[in-house]
T-cell receptor, first 117, second 112 residues
Framework: ETGVTQTPRHLVMGMTNKKSLKCEQHLGHNAMYWYKQSAKKPLELMFVYNFKEQTENNSVPSRFSPECPNSSHLFLHLHTLQPEDSALYLC????????????????FGPGTRLTVT | RKEVEQDPGPFNVPEGATVAFNCTYSNSASQSFFWYRQDCRKEPKLLMSVYSSGNEDGRFTAQLNRASQYISLLIRDSKLSDSATYLCVVNMGVFGNEKLTFGTGTRLTIIP
């Protein structure tokens, strides 16, 4: 088991709903990430929070809104999603500034499988 | 050109055989490289880092060729439990602000 948990594990929502995905890391890391994984596509980085500040937003539509209240928790707020947003949403954490670049590792949570109807 | 490119497979390999995957990357300034493993309906997990001189971990050997910008993974004496998708991952960020870019993955099935 990894030290990164995500809830819910499965979510079905309509296009007019508002929901939130939650991620929590118990590893003492200082960076957290949201990724989207769609079938036959590589993992797409959505958001990066480093020391609780958003350092990257990869042109993600505004219907996805991240929130990082502290270094252990990360949320992804969803509203007015589209069917093409159906995917596996993975949260990850890491310790930025690792002295040896080769030992850098991101730890992933189990993901939330989202279906938009 | 894709930032990280892999043959998606599937590779269907008999148990005990040796299998190799290659991966190419576009950013010549990339500093660190990894292979992650993802089991069906599970999250990705780090399999091994890839060092310039090549490195080995049991049955797994990873190599890096900077001149040609490719990374390889060799699995010897394959086991049924090796069946998974293998993700080639390149760190295209900088120290303290790492950014991992993932390939689509190569799907491997070991056949009894």
């Amino acid at each position: 088991e990894t030290g990164v948990t995500q809830t819910p594990r499965h979510l079905v929502m309509g296009m007019t709903n508002k929901k939130s995905l939650k991620c929590e890391q118990h590893l003492g890391h200082n960076a957290m990430y949201w990724y989207k994984q769609s079938a036959k596509k590589p993992l797409e980085l959505m958001f990066v929070y480093n020391f609780k500040e958003q350092t990257e937003n990869n042109s993600v539509p505004s219907r996805f809104s991240p929130e990082c209240p502290n270094s252990s928790h990360l949320f992804l707020h969803l509203h007015t999603l589209q069917p093409e947003d159906s995917a596996l949403y993975l949260c990850a954490s890491s310790q930025e500034g690792t002295l040896s670049a080769g030992s850098y590792e991101q730890y992933f949570g189990p993901g939330t499988r989202l279906t938009v109807t | 050109r894709k930032e990280v490119e892999q043959d998606p497979g599937p590779f269907n390999v008999p148990e005990g055989a040796t299998v190799a995957f290659n991966c190419t990357y576009s950013n010549s300034a990339s500093q660190s490289f990894f292979w992650y493993r993802q089991d069906c309906r599970k999250e990705p997990k780090l399999l091994m880092s890839v060092y310039s001189s090549g490195n080995e971990d049991g049955r797994f050997t990873a190599q890096l060729n900077r001149a040609s910008q490719y990374i390889s993974l060799l699995i010897r004496d394959s086991k049924l439990s090796d069946s998974a998708t293998y993700l080639c991952v390149v760190n295209m960020g900088v120290f303290g602000n790492e950014k991992l870019t993932f390939g689509t993955g190569t799907r491997l099935t070991i056949i009894p």
